[in-house]
């Protein structure tokens, strides 16, 4: 039987894509100070349990 790595990272946001969504939404680039406070809060809103539950749903995990 496998070892499961309890630590191993799914799903992670990068700059990248914090910029991306500044851009499309305020036509502009986020400042370092933005993305500061966006690395600090934006966990707060993810739901990640509903994330998880919809994607167990969606590939008829059981």
């Given amino acids: 039987m496998e070892t499961i790595n309890l630590d191993k990272v799914i799903y992670q ?3 990248e894509d914090l910029q991306t969504v500044a851009e499309d939404i305020l036509e ?11 690395d600090e809060k934006i966990g707060d809103h993810i739901n ?3 994330a998880i539950h919809s994607a167990m749903i969606h590939n008829n995990i059981k």
């Fill in 28 to 38: 502009r680039e986020l400042t370092e100070s933005e993305i500061k406070l966006l």
């Fill in 13 to 15: 946001l990068t700059v």
């Fill in 48 to 50: 990640w349990f509903d």
